[in-house]
């Protein structure tokens, strides 16, 4: 199939309406695409049997049926089309038909209300949509308790480093400390499938420690010319409950020579927290002695405002998956927005996570997001790595 | 003569920009040759009590009307197809919409004539007689 800018595009638009397929069709043609019209699921399927399309133009109600239901055949053609959604149907439905086409795995250009306006949709069709994230492969390398513990004992799990930086002066502020296995010669172990696996096995508290010591060892470096900028460690739920865990952080602490205010404590409840008054006292405790307590990847599994009410947070993460999709999807941003606001009204400070570009991060800033993280500052680095970028950058002024 | 925009001027200029002159009287050709089947079947379906069918029929006449630039038949056969998801149907407004499809399938003939063979008075004179 040619997909080039330049060259003859396929396009497909499926809608019960006639004039609305003739006035497509004569759109794009000026554009260089040559459209197929379908009136019904069935002459669709007949089309995709027969030909690849580069675009498919689909209206949300066709007659009896819907464009939803076209959404499987489309991502099985094999042809990985555009798609565009038209439909009267109100702004909700199409930004709902628009998530479900892009958890499809289809490239969503965007929904138009119909009548559809030529001028937005010749506008639509000149950007290409980018394609959702793939899903990992889960199949490959998932590896067992054994190697798990090897690989702990072998010092084979590293501590990397992401920056925290400010949305407003592009300061550094604060490291988060990430957990990565990469294993020689084969793709690296995704941290959400080793980190389930040692909750499971009973080895996550060992590990946490682990990680906390690498971290707070590093962090001890780069305060040498960097004395405000902090790490962050996360801690499971399941360590929560660990009646050693505020005297193991105050000796690693001591050790390192580090006040407490280095250490932020990110909490993602993954699991339920079995015991939340134990665990409360616990993160009680640690915010007494002067350590941040962070609530991460907040909105998504049971980061709640529950737990908001119970815990003593003192920052709150916003998640990428919110973050990522601000600009595209109307009702993520005014999420954000919501969230922003809420922490601004609990007194907590605000990291969004997954920041990717600069709009993002100037929309962020804009609304009173003072922190961000994500791969327009920097990816998760080993500590060399990370020293010899905090030494060499440049403050990014968004 | 109604008192109502049949056609939606502003529309049909902006879809002339868009797609062309050829393009707008491509669409209103498309629309004279399907409404009188649509109201046919509008008709038999009321007369036979076949809602289902009737809904249909509206749905797709508001549908064309709205994209052929006739603004108050689109609408009118939306209120009609959004009546009859709660209420039986009424023969006085079946009438009136079919009445309406006449005098706007009457209004794009006019329009035709208008835009192709501009008369001595020109075009403007002639759209303005069709309001």
């Not at chain 2, 919409?97 to 835009?115: K, P, Q, V």
């Amino acid at each position: 199939v040619n997909s080039g800018p330049y060259v003859s595009r396929r396009l497909l638009v499926v809608d019960d309406e006639r004039i609305q397929r003739l006035i497509i069709a004569r759109a794009v043609g000026n554009l260089g695409f040559v459209a197929d019209a379908a009136a019904s699921l069935d002459d669709a399927l007949a089309c995709l049997g027969d030909r690849a399309y580069d675009v498919v133009i689909l209206d949300l109600s066709l007659g009896e049926t819907d464009g939803i239901s076209l959404l499987q055949a489309l991502r099985d053609c094999g042809c990985d089309p555009v798609v565009i959604f038209i439909s009267r149907l109100d702004d909700r439905i199409r930004i709902a038909s628009m998530r479900l086409a892009t958890a499809f795995g289809l490239r969503v250009a965007g929904s138009l209300h119909k009548p559809v306006a030529p001028a937005a949709l010749r506008d639509m069709l000149l950007q290409t949509p980018p394609r959702p994230a793939a899903a990992p492969d889960r199949a490959v390398n998932v590896p067992t308790v054994e190697e798990l513990t090897r690989a702990m004992h072998n010092n084979a799990i590293v501590t990397q480093f992401q920056p925290k930086v400010s949305l407003n002066d592009g300061a550094v502020v604060g490291m988060e400390s990430l957990a990565r296995w990469p294993r020689g010669g084969s793709a690296p172990v995704p941290p959400d499938v080793f980190i389930p696996l040692a909750e499971r096995s009973g080895v996550i508290a060992t590990l946490t420690f682990s990680v906390m010591r690498q971290a707070l060892i590093a962090c001890s470096q780069w305060r040498k010319t960097h004395p405000a900028c902090s790490v962050a460690v996360n801690i499971s739920p399941l360590v929560l409950t660990d009646p050693t865990l505020p005297d193991e952080i105050d000796r690693m602490l001591h050790e390192t020579g580090l006040s407490p205010g280095a250490l932020v404590a990110e909490i993602t409840e993954s699991t339920v927290i079995a015991n939340p008054l134990a665990a409360a006292q616990i993160l009680t405790r640690l915010r007494i002695k002067g350590i941040s307590l962070s609530i991460d990847d907040f909105g998504t599994g049971h980061s709640s405002l529950l737990s908001l009410l119970r815990m003593p947070f003192s920052e709150l993460k916003i998640d990428q998956s919110f973050t990522s999709q601000c600009e595209t999807d109307p009702e993520a941003w005014k999420i954000v927005r919501a969230t922003v606001s809420m922490a601004r009204e609990l007194g907590l400070s605000v990291v969004a996570e997954g920041i990717e570009t600069n709009s993002v991060a100037e929309r962020l800033r804009d609304i009173g997001c003072q922190t961000g993280q994500g791969w327009l500052f920097g990816r998760p680095m080993s500590e060399a790595t990370l020293l010899a970028w905090l030494n060499e950058r440049e403050p990014v002024t968004v | 003569m109604h008192m109502i925009h049949l056609i939606d001027h502003d529309y049909l200029a902006q879809l002339a920009e868009d797609i062309g002159d050829e393009g707008v009287h491509e669409v209103l050709g498309v629309f004279s040759e399907d409404a009188p089947g649509y109201l046919a079947t509008l008709q038999q379906a009321y007369a036979d009590g076949r809602l289902a069918e009737l809904r249909r029929t509206a749905h797709a006449l508001a549908g064309a009307a709205r994209n052929a630039g006739l603004t108050p038949l689109g609408e009118a056969a939306y209120a009609l197809q959004v009546a009859l998801e709660r209420t039986e149907p009424d023969a006085a407004d079946v009438a009136a919409l079919i009445r309406l499809a006449e005098a706007s399938l009457a209004a794009i003939g006019d329009w035709n004539g208008a835009t192709e063979a501009p008369g001595p008075e020109g075009p403007a004179a002639t759209r303005t007689a069709l309001i």
